[in-house]
């Protein structure tokens, strides 16, 4: 089955600069690549998506991209602040499945 | 907008006791999905549900089982709680109206403390 890997597992960085968090997946079949984010004591709420079709998406301040051949995923978040302090969730998909597989989460911090 | 709720935010329960986990959703979706979230593992998927009366398990379904009588009603049991099962439920759903669409909305989820 599917298995994705999240890093780093922390991540401070001072307010107004980037954060990128990477993951992988194995299986080559999957194709779509959301990101969530869940801020302290609330639900995980979906930020970004991409689909396999597409290398990079942006929206704002986040951006994903997709590397299908090495089968890896980022998400770039730029200008930091200090509301982005959160847990991120990647997760990945296969064609027409419904489940997703999580990673294990990168918690940021924003200092200020 | 999308709603997803569960029965209690927080719950305690002691250990060989039948524990009830309830989620509804007011979106009409098809899929519904039980995760549980622990620290350093994500969240991993328990149980999900793709119609009604319909179920699947997901990676860690072992001392779980769920029903799902109503469309909007996923319920997660844990037949004989075990101080293993303390952690974060969360609940969530998805449409299979569009194809590609597989945007899953969460609940607030429940903390359970077994004890």
């Known amino acids: 089955g599917e298995n994705v890997e999240q890093h780093p597992s922390t991540l401070s960085v001072q307010e107004g600069d980037s954060a990128v968090i990477k993951c992988t997946y194995s299986?080559?079949?999957?194709?779509?690549f959301p990101w969530y984010k869940q801020e302290l004591g609330k639900r995980p709420q979906l930020i970004i998506d991409?689909?396999?079709?597409?290398g990079e998406k942006k929206d704002q301040r986040i951006a994903v991209t997709l590397n299908k051949t090495a089968k890896h995923f980022s998400l770039h978040i730029t200008e930091t602040q200090p509301e982005d302090s959160a847990v991120y969730f990647c997760?990945?998909?296969?064609?027409?499945?419904?489940?997703?597989?999580f990673g294990a989460g990168t918690i940021l911090r924003v200092k200020s | 907008d999308v709603k997803v709720t569960q029965s209690s935010r927080y719950l305690v329960k002691r250990t060989g006791e039948k524990v009830f986990l309830e989620c509804v959703q007011d979106m009409d979706h098809e899929n519904m999905f039980w995760y549980r979230q622990d620290p350093g593992l994500g969240l991993r998927l328990i149980y999900f549900?793709?119609?009604?009366?319909?179920?699947e398990k997901g990676d860690i379904p072992e001392g779980y089982s769920v029903s799902r009588e109503k469309k909007e009603r996923f319920s997660l049991i844990l037949e004989s709680a075990s101080t293993n099962q303390t952690s974060m439920y969360l609940c969530?759903?998805?449409?299979?109206?569009?194809?590609?669409?597989?945007?899953?909305?969460f609940g607030p989820g429940t903390r359970l403390t077994v004890t």
């Open positions: 997760a990945a998909r296969r064609e027409y499945g419904n489940k997703l597989v």
């Open positions: 969530a759903s998805s449409s299979r109206r569009y194809r590609g669409l597989v945007r899953q909305y």
């Open positions: 299986d080559s079949a999957s194709n779509y």
């Open positions: 549900s793709y119609d009604v009366k319909m179920k």
């Open positions: 991409i689909r396999s079709n597409v």
